[in-house]
Protein backbone atom coordinates (compact mmCIF):
# COMPACT_ATOMS: atom_id res chain seq x y z
CA UNK A 1 0.00 0.00 0.00
CA UNK A 2 2.76 2.05 0.67
CA UNK A 3 4.26 1.31 -2.22
CA UNK A 4 1.45 2.21 -4.41
CA UNK A 5 1.50 5.46 -2.32
CA UNK A 6 4.44 6.67 -2.95
CA UNK A 7 4.27 5.66 -7.25
CA UNK A 8 0.90 7.34 -7.20
CA UNK A 9 2.92 10.64 -5.74
CA UNK A 10 5.53 9.98 -8.34
CA UNK A 11 3.32 9.87 -11.05
CA UNK A 12 1.48 12.89 -10.15
CA UNK A 13 4.20 14.54 -9.61
CA UNK A 14 5.56 14.05 -13.12
CA UNK A 15 2.24 14.76 -15.08
CA UNK A 16 2.24 18.56 -12.62
CA UNK A 17 5.97 18.62 -14.01
CA UNK A 18 5.18 18.06 -17.59
CA UNK A 19 1.65 20.52 -17.12
CA UNK A 20 3.59 23.04 -15.99
CA UNK A 21 6.71 22.98 -18.56
CA UNK A 22 3.79 23.27 -21.68
CA UNK A 23 2.18 26.00 -20.01
CA UNK A 24 5.28 27.89 -19.66
CA UNK A 25 7.09 26.96 -23.26
CA UNK A 26 3.42 28.08 -24.39
CA UNK A 27 3.28 31.18 -22.11
CA UNK A 28 6.71 32.60 -23.26
CA UNK A 29 5.87 32.01 -26.83
CA UNK A 30 8.12 28.44 -27.96
CA UNK A 31 4.40 26.93 -28.52
CA UNK A 32 5.10 26.98 -32.05
CA UNK A 33 9.06 26.37 -31.82
CA UNK A 34 9.69 23.45 -34.09
CA UNK A 35 12.08 24.49 -36.27
CA UNK A 36 13.37 21.22 -37.04
CA UNK A 37 9.88 19.42 -37.61
CA UNK A 38 7.81 22.09 -39.03
CA UNK A 39 9.01 25.65 -40.47
CA UNK A 40 5.75 26.17 -41.10
CA UNK A 41 4.68 26.45 -37.28
CA UNK A 42 7.70 28.56 -37.10
CA UNK A 43 6.23 31.05 -39.45
CA UNK A 44 3.72 31.32 -36.79
CA UNK A 45 6.34 31.82 -33.96
CA UNK A 46 7.92 35.00 -36.25
CA UNK A 47 4.24 36.16 -36.40
CA UNK A 48 3.59 35.90 -32.76
CA UNK A 49 6.93 37.43 -31.90
CA UNK A 50 7.69 40.20 -34.30
CA UNK A 51 3.75 41.33 -33.72
CA UNK A 52 3.22 41.56 -37.44
CA UNK A 53 -0.31 43.23 -38.29
CA UNK A 54 -1.67 42.64 -41.45
CA UNK A 55 -5.33 43.57 -43.02
CA UNK A 56 -5.07 40.63 -44.94
CA UNK A 57 -4.32 37.18 -42.96
CA UNK A 58 -4.98 33.69 -44.93
CA UNK A 59 -5.22 30.58 -43.16
CA UNK A 60 -5.25 27.12 -44.75
CA UNK A 61 -3.67 24.00 -46.74
CA UNK A 62 -0.98 23.83 -49.19
CA UNK A 63 -3.91 24.53 -51.87
CA UNK A 64 -3.94 28.14 -50.31
CA UNK A 65 -0.72 28.59 -49.71
CA UNK A 66 0.28 28.01 -53.24
CA UNK A 67 -2.93 29.54 -54.62
CA UNK A 68 -2.72 33.02 -53.46
CA UNK A 69 0.16 35.29 -53.26
CA UNK A 70 0.26 37.57 -50.72
CA UNK A 71 3.00 40.00 -52.30
CA UNK A 72 0.81 40.26 -55.58
CA UNK A 73 -2.46 40.83 -53.22
CA UNK A 74 -0.97 43.70 -51.75
CA UNK A 75 0.31 45.70 -54.86
CA UNK A 76 -3.40 44.95 -56.25
CA UNK A 77 -4.98 46.40 -53.18
CA UNK A 78 -2.82 48.79 -52.86
CA UNK A 79 -2.78 50.62 -56.21
CA UNK A 80 -6.52 50.03 -56.25
CA UNK A 81 -6.74 51.81 -52.81
CA UNK A 82 -4.53 54.73 -52.62
CA UNK A 83 -3.04 53.07 -49.54
CA UNK A 84 -0.96 50.14 -48.19
CA UNK A 85 -2.05 46.95 -47.82
CA UNK A 86 -0.86 44.10 -45.67
CA UNK A 87 -1.14 40.01 -46.33
CA UNK A 88 0.07 37.74 -44.05
CA UNK A 89 -0.08 33.90 -44.44
CA UNK A 90 -0.17 31.51 -41.55
CA UNK A 91 -1.10 28.58 -43.51
CA UNK A 92 0.02 25.10 -42.64
CA UNK A 93 0.75 22.08 -44.77
CA UNK A 94 -2.06 19.22 -45.13
CA UNK A 95 -4.03 21.43 -42.46
CA UNK A 96 -7.74 20.86 -41.85
CA UNK A 97 -10.48 23.04 -40.40
CA UNK A 98 -8.73 22.00 -36.61
CA UNK A 99 -5.57 23.24 -37.23
CA UNK A 100 -6.98 26.06 -38.93
CA UNK A 101 -8.67 27.18 -35.61
CA UNK A 102 -6.06 26.18 -33.31
CA UNK A 103 -3.32 28.97 -35.27
CA UNK A 104 -6.39 31.28 -35.73
CA UNK A 105 -7.24 31.57 -32.12
CA UNK A 106 -3.13 31.81 -31.04
CA UNK A 107 -2.43 34.61 -33.88
CA UNK A 108 -5.22 36.62 -33.49
CA UNK A 109 -4.22 36.05 -29.28
CA UNK A 110 -0.84 37.79 -29.76
CA UNK A 111 -1.24 40.84 -32.84
CA UNK A 112 -4.15 43.13 -33.18
CA UNK A 113 -6.80 41.37 -35.53
CA UNK A 114 -6.56 41.83 -39.14
CA UNK A 115 -9.23 43.34 -41.32
CA UNK A 116 -9.73 40.21 -43.19
CA UNK A 117 -9.28 36.53 -42.47
CA UNK A 118 -9.42 34.28 -45.51
CA UNK A 119 -9.94 30.81 -44.15
CA UNK A 120 -10.01 27.82 -46.53
CA UNK A 121 -12.31 25.05 -46.06
CA UNK A 122 -12.52 22.43 -48.51
CA UNK A 123 -14.79 19.06 -48.35
CA UNK A 124 -12.01 16.98 -46.80
CA UNK A 125 -10.93 19.55 -43.77
CA UNK A 126 -14.50 18.99 -42.48
CA UNK A 127 -13.78 15.34 -42.47
CA UNK A 128 -14.61 13.97 -38.98
CA UNK A 129 -12.05 11.29 -39.43
CA UNK A 130 -9.36 13.78 -41.25
CA UNK A 131 -5.96 12.36 -40.74
CA UNK A 132 -3.87 15.10 -39.91
CA UNK A 133 -6.16 15.37 -36.59
CA UNK A 134 -3.39 13.60 -35.07
CA UNK A 135 -0.90 15.85 -36.02
CA UNK A 136 -2.96 18.71 -34.88
CA UNK A 137 -2.63 16.92 -31.23
CA UNK A 138 0.71 16.41 -31.82
CA UNK A 139 1.95 19.40 -33.08
CA UNK A 140 -0.50 22.64 -32.71
CA UNK A 141 -2.75 21.48 -29.84
CA UNK A 142 -2.53 23.31 -26.24
CA UNK A 143 -2.84 21.44 -23.08
CA UNK A 144 -6.26 22.84 -22.27
CA UNK A 145 -6.65 21.89 -26.17
CA UNK A 146 -5.79 18.28 -25.44
CA UNK A 147 -8.46 18.25 -22.35
CA UNK A 148 -11.26 19.16 -24.87
CA UNK A 149 -10.14 17.42 -27.30
CA UNK A 150 -10.73 13.98 -25.23
CA UNK A 151 -14.10 13.53 -26.90
CA UNK A 152 -12.23 12.76 -30.48
CA UNK A 153 -9.23 10.25 -29.25
CA UNK A 154 -11.36 7.61 -30.85
CA UNK A 155 -8.09 5.83 -32.29
CA UNK A 156 -4.86 4.71 -31.24
CA UNK A 157 -3.51 7.18 -33.72
CA UNK A 158 -5.30 10.04 -32.07
CA UNK A 159 -4.71 8.92 -28.61
CA UNK A 160 -0.45 8.76 -29.79
CA UNK A 161 -1.09 12.69 -31.22
CA UNK A 162 -2.30 13.83 -27.81
CA UNK A 163 0.58 12.21 -25.71
CA UNK A 164 3.11 14.09 -28.06
CA UNK A 165 1.09 17.27 -27.84
CA UNK A 166 1.55 16.78 -23.59
CA UNK A 167 4.99 15.95 -23.66
CA UNK A 168 6.17 19.17 -26.53
CA UNK A 169 6.74 21.66 -23.88
CA UNK A 170 10.37 19.24 -23.24
CA UNK A 171 10.79 18.88 -26.91
CA UNK A 172 10.43 22.96 -27.38
CA UNK A 173 13.00 23.80 -24.60
CA UNK A 174 15.22 21.32 -26.13
CA UNK A 175 15.23 23.21 -28.99
CA UNK A 176 15.07 26.45 -28.29
CA UNK A 177 18.25 25.58 -25.73
CA UNK A 178 20.08 23.97 -28.56
CA UNK A 179 19.16 27.39 -30.54
CA UNK A 180 21.09 29.39 -28.48
CA UNK A 181 23.70 27.13 -27.57
CA UNK A 182 24.19 26.93 -31.58
CA UNK A 183 22.85 30.11 -32.95
CA UNK A 184 24.03 30.34 -36.57
CA UNK A 185 22.13 28.14 -38.83
CA UNK A 186 18.50 28.56 -37.16
CA UNK A 187 19.42 32.40 -36.91
CA UNK A 188 19.89 32.17 -40.78
CA UNK A 189 17.06 30.70 -41.20
CA UNK A 190 14.94 32.92 -39.18
CA UNK A 191 15.38 35.77 -40.68
CA UNK A 192 14.59 34.29 -44.46
CA UNK A 193 11.63 33.29 -42.78
CA UNK A 194 10.98 36.60 -41.01
CA UNK A 195 11.68 38.63 -44.83
CA UNK A 196 9.63 36.15 -46.34
CA UNK A 197 6.71 37.49 -43.95
CA UNK A 198 4.54 34.49 -44.56
CA UNK A 199 4.96 34.26 -48.05
CA UNK A 200 7.76 31.40 -48.47
CA UNK A 201 4.47 30.01 -50.92
CA UNK A 202 3.86 33.49 -52.75
CA UNK A 203 5.58 31.75 -56.10
CA UNK A 204 4.72 34.65 -58.43
CA UNK A 205 7.65 34.78 -61.19
CA UNK A 206 9.08 31.18 -61.10
CA UNK A 207 8.96 29.81 -64.08
CA UNK A 208 5.87 26.96 -63.56
CA UNK A 209 6.02 23.83 -63.84
CA UNK A 210 2.28 22.59 -66.02
CA UNK A 211 0.53 19.79 -65.27
CA UNK A 212 -0.87 20.18 -69.27
CA UNK A 213 2.90 19.28 -69.92
CA UNK A 214 2.84 15.58 -68.84
CA UNK A 215 2.86 12.99 -71.17
CA UNK A 216 -0.38 10.59 -71.07
CA UNK A 217 1.77 8.05 -69.16
CA UNK A 218 2.59 10.30 -66.41
CA UNK A 219 -0.66 11.77 -65.70
CA UNK A 220 -2.15 8.14 -65.18
CA UNK A 221 0.51 7.44 -62.73
CA UNK A 222 -0.03 10.93 -60.94
CA UNK A 223 -3.65 10.78 -60.48
CA UNK A 224 -3.82 7.14 -59.38
CA UNK A 225 -0.75 8.57 -57.08
CA UNK A 226 -3.33 11.46 -56.13
CA UNK A 227 -6.11 9.23 -55.28
CA UNK A 228 -4.69 7.57 -53.21
CA UNK A 229 -3.13 9.83 -51.17
CA UNK A 230 -5.56 12.39 -50.56
CA UNK A 231 -8.11 10.02 -50.07
CA UNK A 232 -6.49 8.55 -47.08
CA UNK A 233 -5.41 12.19 -45.60
CA UNK A 234 -8.59 13.59 -45.68
CA UNK A 235 -11.21 11.78 -47.19
CA UNK A 236 -11.37 8.33 -45.06
CA UNK A 237 -14.24 7.21 -43.93
CA UNK A 238 -15.97 10.54 -44.98
CA UNK A 239 -18.01 12.27 -42.11
CA UNK A 240 -18.24 15.93 -41.57
CA UNK A 241 -18.20 16.07 -37.36
CA UNK A 242 -16.08 15.84 -34.97
CA UNK A 243 -12.63 18.06 -34.33
CA UNK A 244 -12.76 19.54 -37.65
CA UNK A 245 -16.45 20.95 -37.54
CA UNK A 246 -15.70 22.07 -34.20
CA UNK A 247 -13.21 24.02 -34.84
CA UNK A 248 -14.87 25.64 -37.93
CA UNK A 249 -17.55 26.69 -35.81
CA UNK A 250 -14.80 27.83 -33.55
CA UNK A 251 -13.45 30.04 -36.13
CA UNK A 252 -16.87 31.68 -36.78
CA UNK A 253 -17.48 32.83 -33.07
CA UNK A 254 -13.60 34.36 -33.08
CA UNK A 255 -14.79 36.51 -36.04
CA UNK A 256 -17.47 37.71 -33.90
CA UNK A 257 -16.56 38.09 -30.92
CA UNK A 258 -13.28 39.31 -32.17
CA UNK A 259 -14.30 41.54 -34.80
CA UNK A 260 -12.73 40.63 -38.38
CA UNK A 261 -14.49 39.80 -41.74
CA UNK A 262 -14.29 35.94 -42.35
CA UNK A 263 -13.76 34.44 -45.68
CA UNK A 264 -14.56 30.76 -46.48
CA UNK A 265 -13.21 29.75 -49.63
CA UNK A 266 -13.25 26.31 -51.30
CA UNK A 267 -9.90 26.52 -53.51
CA UNK A 268 -10.09 25.29 -56.67
CA UNK A 269 -8.56 21.69 -58.51
CA UNK A 270 -8.78 19.54 -61.44
CA UNK A 271 -11.51 17.54 -62.56
CA UNK A 272 -9.55 14.74 -61.83
CA UNK A 273 -9.30 15.63 -58.46
CA UNK A 274 -13.06 16.43 -58.34
CA UNK A 275 -14.04 13.21 -60.04
CA UNK A 276 -11.48 11.13 -57.95
CA UNK A 277 -11.33 12.20 -54.53
CA UNK A 278 -14.71 14.55 -54.13
CA UNK A 279 -17.47 12.59 -55.50
CA UNK A 280 -21.07 14.21 -55.71
CA UNK A 281 -22.56 12.24 -52.65
CA UNK A 282 -19.57 14.21 -50.70
CA UNK A 283 -19.68 17.55 -52.40
CA UNK A 284 -23.72 17.60 -51.74
CA UNK A 285 -23.15 17.08 -48.29
CA UNK A 286 -20.62 19.67 -48.12
CA UNK A 287 -22.75 22.26 -50.28
CA UNK A 288 -25.60 21.33 -47.35
CA UNK A 289 -23.64 21.91 -44.53
CA UNK A 290 -22.24 25.41 -46.06
CA UNK A 291 -25.59 26.81 -46.50
CA UNK A 292 -26.47 25.57 -43.35
CA UNK A 293 -23.60 27.22 -41.68
CA UNK A 294 -24.13 30.38 -43.93
CA UNK A 295 -27.77 31.04 -41.67
CA UNK A 296 -26.56 30.85 -38.21
CA UNK A 297 -23.29 32.46 -38.67
CA UNK A 298 -21.68 35.53 -40.37
CA UNK A 299 -19.21 34.42 -42.80
CA UNK A 300 -19.06 34.52 -46.57
CA UNK A 301 -18.44 31.61 -48.86
CA UNK A 302 -16.68 31.76 -51.89
CA UNK A 303 -16.65 28.22 -53.77
CA UNK A 304 -13.65 29.17 -55.89
CA UNK A 305 -13.69 25.45 -57.34
CA UNK A 306 -16.08 26.86 -59.30
CA UNK A 307 -16.35 30.20 -59.24
CA UNK A 308 -13.96 31.68 -60.98
CA UNK A 309 -13.28 31.85 -64.69
CA UNK A 310 -12.36 28.85 -65.33
CA UNK A 311 -8.83 27.70 -64.98
CA UNK A 312 -6.80 25.20 -67.61
CA UNK A 313 -4.52 22.34 -67.04
CA UNK A 314 -1.85 24.94 -67.51
CA UNK A 315 -2.44 26.62 -64.81
CA UNK A 316 -1.83 23.56 -62.25
CA UNK A 317 1.25 22.45 -60.82
CA UNK A 318 -0.79 18.93 -60.05
CA UNK A 319 -3.98 17.61 -59.42
CA UNK A 320 -4.92 19.88 -56.41
CA UNK A 321 -2.40 22.54 -56.86
CA UNK A 322 -1.95 25.23 -59.06
CA UNK A 323 0.91 26.73 -60.65
CA UNK A 324 2.69 30.49 -60.39
CA UNK A 325 0.45 31.36 -63.41
CA UNK A 326 -2.70 29.88 -61.97
CA UNK A 327 -1.68 31.49 -58.44
CA UNK A 328 -1.51 34.47 -60.15
CA UNK A 329 -4.94 34.30 -62.08
CA UNK A 330 -6.26 33.51 -58.57
CA UNK A 331 -5.07 36.20 -56.25
CA UNK A 332 -6.07 38.77 -58.84
CA UNK A 333 -9.70 37.64 -58.58
CA UNK A 334 -9.54 37.03 -55.16
CA UNK A 335 -7.97 40.72 -54.32
CA UNK A 336 -10.74 42.45 -56.93
CA UNK A 337 -13.58 40.42 -56.47
CA UNK A 338 -13.69 39.40 -53.14
CA UNK A 339 -11.32 41.59 -51.08
CA UNK A 340 -11.87 45.25 -52.63
CA UNK A 341 -15.36 45.41 -51.72
CA UNK A 342 -14.51 44.63 -48.21
CA UNK A 343 -11.16 46.91 -47.83
CA UNK A 344 -13.46 49.82 -49.60
CA UNK A 345 -16.15 49.53 -46.56
CA UNK A 346 -15.01 52.55 -44.41
CA UNK A 347 -15.52 50.32 -41.51
CA UNK A 348 -13.07 47.93 -42.42
CA UNK A 349 -10.77 49.64 -45.04
CA UNK A 350 -10.27 52.85 -42.66
CA UNK A 351 -7.48 53.50 -40.94
CA UNK A 352 -6.95 52.89 -36.58
Same mark, same amino acid.
Given at each position: MQLSKRWALRIAGFLGTVTVVGGLTQAVGLKYWMPRSNNR?????L?? $?????????????SKILRGLVPTL???? %?????????? &?YTVGQLGAGCY???? =? %??DVLASNRPPKVVIFEVTPGAL?????????ALRYYA??? !? %?????PWLTDGERMSGAASGFFRGFA? @???????????? *??? =??????? @???????????DPPERLSSLSPRQRKRMIRRTARLARALHMDRYRIGGAPEAGFY???? +???????? @??????? =????????? #????? &??????????????? &? #? *? #???? !????? $? +???? !????? *?????????????????DILLPMMSDREVGSSE
Amino acid at each position: MQLSKRWALRIAGFLGTVTVVGGLTQAVGLKYWMPRSNNRSLNVYLYQ $REKIEPDVLIVGSSKILRGLVPTLIDTE %LSNRLGRKVK &TYTVGQLGAGCYTNSI =V %LRDVLASNRPPKVVIFEVTPGALNANHNKVPNALRYYASIP !D %LIRAIPWLTDGERMSGAASGFFRGFAN @LALYGHHIAFPH *GLT =VGLERLL @LWKGRMYGIANDPPERLSSLSPRQRKRMIRRTARLARALHMDRYRIGGAPEAGFYHSCR +LARSVGFR @LVVINPP =VTDDYRRLV #FPDAV &TDEYSRFMREAERSE &T #F *G #FYDL !DRGIP $R +LTDA !DFLDL *GHLNSDGAQKLSRYVAADILLPMMSDREVGSSE
